[in-house]
């Protein structure tokens, strides 16, 4: 029987909602294989010694899990892995190095600045002006490698100044222009057009607690209710995204539609695998089970990614 290491856990503040992931993923895995969720702590290596598994499965979200770091460590142990590689990885958790891949291939994206805590004694005046100047308000601040809307804020001119001291402990940020309009997220597998969603949050936009909370209510639509020349462009989109990136598996790319047009937020190697993600029920909707889901991530589980 084939053996399967799970990543689940590790440091970054996606923490809780990676060992969701893993825990359903072994779930469902263990009907078929042999699995084994692991941390990716000192001990990775000699559980991986114990356990001697075939494939390892990325169960990651977040700085550490997703952004080229663990991928980089796993092609050394030469054992096969699912998802992306180290280079389509460190792309797609950088927000920056991500956009300007899409603005140069010509892939609408929010504009965008980068902004440094290093300036000391910042002229607070200066600071909003030359943001409204760049961007006209509203914006969105966030951190430049966090995944899962993690420190995500929209800001006005009122209360920029006070969110941004909740992001100093980053240094370097992202000042994005805020883009209204529909949530719509697409999944992509392999070179597949999986499928796309809708999402009507309750709260101001899909946050943290929207995409994981019951609580928060955020209404999932599918079909998405677009006419098939705009279908057609969001599908075409991820896909152009996912091949610029040299992404891998399974990725999911987040889109705002606004006065016809699709901006891209950005590309998520790491799509959750919890009873609230996106990619199992786009699946599911496309008649493909979860067990089915996961076997193909497994099955594409390579070396050199």
């Not at 503040?13 to 692991?38: G, H, P």
């Not at 950088?94 to 004694?121: A, D, G, R, V």
């Not at 409204?132 to 993690?150: A, Q, Y």
């Amino acid at each position: 029987m084939k053996r399967i290491l799970i990543l689940g856990g590790g440091i970054s503040k996606e923490r809780k909602i990676s060992l969701d992931t893993a825990k359903q993923v072994n779930t469902t895995l263990k009907k078929k294989f042999k699995t084994l969720i692991c941390e990716p702590n000192y001990q990775l290596t000699e559980n991986i010694k114990r356990f001697k598994p075939h494939i390892i499965f990325n169960a990651l979200h977040g700085r550490f899990g997703e952004d080229g770091y663990i991928q980089s460590v796993l092609e050394k142990l030469r054992i096969k892995y699912t998802h992306s590689g180290v280079i389509p990885s460190l792309l797609a958790m950088n927000k920056i190095l991500s956009k300007e891949i899409f603005i140069k291939n010509n892939i609408l994206t929010p504009k965008y600045i980068k902004f440094s805590f290093y300036k000391k004694n910042m002229n607070k005046k200066k600071v909003v002006r030359e943001i409204d100047n760049k961007l006209k308000f509203p914006v969105i601040i966030k951190p430049i490698n966090e995944g899962s809307s993690v420190d995500v804020f929209i800001c006005t001119k009122k209360n920029i100044l006070f969110n941004l001291k909740k992001l100093e402990k980053y240094n370097e940020i992202i000042i994005e222009k805020y883009i209204g309009g529909r949530e719509i997220q697409v999944a992509i597998l392999g070179t597949k057009k999986l499928g796309a969603i809708e999402l009507k949050p309750k709260r101001k936009f899909y946050d943290y607690k929207a995409k994981y909370s019951l609580s928060a209510k955020t209404e999932h639509i599918i079909p998405v209710n677009l006419k098939k020349k705009y279908l057609d462009r969001v599908l075409n989109l991820s896909l152009k995204a996912h091949k610029l990136l040299g992404c891998r598996g399974v990725t999911r790319s987040d889109f705002k539609f606004y006065k016809n047009k699709f901006y891209l937020l950005e590309v998520n190697t790491q799509p959750g695998m919890t009873k609230l993600s996106l990619v199992p029920e786009i699946a599911s909707y496309r008649g493909m089970s979860f067990l089915s889901l996961l076997e193909w991530i497994v099955d594409d589980a390579s070396l050199n990614r």
